[in-house]
């Protein structure tokens, strides 16, 4: 800790941090920029809340042009070839349930699973970051709350005719977090993140969700470390 607290201009400009930053900083302007497209979605499907999920689309349109200052402010040029890769899966169930208008599945994707991993992602990201990157991500991560609270109060209101499709929906996504998170971990780690920390964070976030939006605790175990064991 003493270690990541004193960590120096000079380490931000090192090529190792860099080079990680350049994965990292990408990863996180698609997962903005996703984040846009799966609201405007998302607005098509609840036409009730359009307006609200357009303001929501726009705040993740302008999360990405902060992140994508924050590489620019360390001369990183973002690998967005890789973070393409990075949200494929996950980007392909998204497309397949919205094929099929589950909306169900299309919030628990975006406003539970992606909210929720950016908001870990976010809070163990601040105390480490560069004095411009942290400014910008913890006017980000505010708004990230407003997201996951935005799927949690519409699938708490529909929870009955939800549950068997969040329970399935968490079951396909959620091990591909997992393996997203192992593949973010090395660069995570020079960043001075640690995938534990990250994966304590997401739980919380992600079980606090499951709970306001009816799931006993129970069920919340069972469905959070849905496929951790393999990590
Ligand atoms: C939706 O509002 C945002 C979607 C972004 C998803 C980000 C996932 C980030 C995982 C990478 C872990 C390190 C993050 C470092 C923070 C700058
Ligand atoms: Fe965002
Ligand atoms: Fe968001």
């Known amino acids: 800790m003493q270690e990541l607290a004193t960590r120096s201009e000079l380490e931000?400009?090192?090529e190792t941090y860099k080079d990680a930053y350049s994965r990292i900083n990408a990863i996180v302007i698609k997962g903005e920029e996703e984040a846009y497209h799966n609201y405007i979605d998302i607005a098509k499907m609840l036409p009730d809340h359009k307006d609200e999920l357009i303001r929501l689309a726009k705040m993740e349109n302008r999360h990405k042009k902060g992140f994508q200052s924050c590489g620019k402010n360390l001369s990183v040029t973002p690998d967005m070839e890789y973070a393409q890769k990075f949200f494929a899966q996950l980007?392909?169930?998204f497309q397949q349930a919205k094929a099929q208008k589950?909306?169900?599945t299309c919030l628990l994707i975006q406003s539970l699973i992606i909210e929720a991993f950016a908001i870990a992602a976010y809070n163990i990201y601040i105390p480490v970051a560069d004095p411009f990157a942290r400014t910008i991500t913890e006017k980000v991560v505010k708004d990230e709350y407003i997201h996951l609270n935005f799927g949690e109060v519409w699938l708490q209101?529909?929870?009955?005719i939800s549950?068997?499709?969040l329970e399935e929906a968490n079951k396909s996504n959620l091990p591909i977090v997992w393996t997203m998170l192992n593949q973010v971990k090395d660069d995570a780690e020079v960043l001075g993140m640690e995938k534990e920390a990250l994966v304590e964070d997401f739980m919380i976030s992600y079980g606090e969700a499951l709970s306001?939006?009816?799931f006993s605790t129970y069920d919340i175990v069972q469905m959070s470390s849905y496929g951790l064991k393999a990590t």
């Open 12 to 14: 931000f400009n090192s």
């Open 102 to 104: 589950k909306i169900v």
């Open 212 to 214: 306001s939006i009816g």
């Open 163 to 165: 549950k068997a499709e």
């Open 157 to 160: 209101k529909n929870f009955e």
């Open 91 to 93: 980007n392909e169930n």
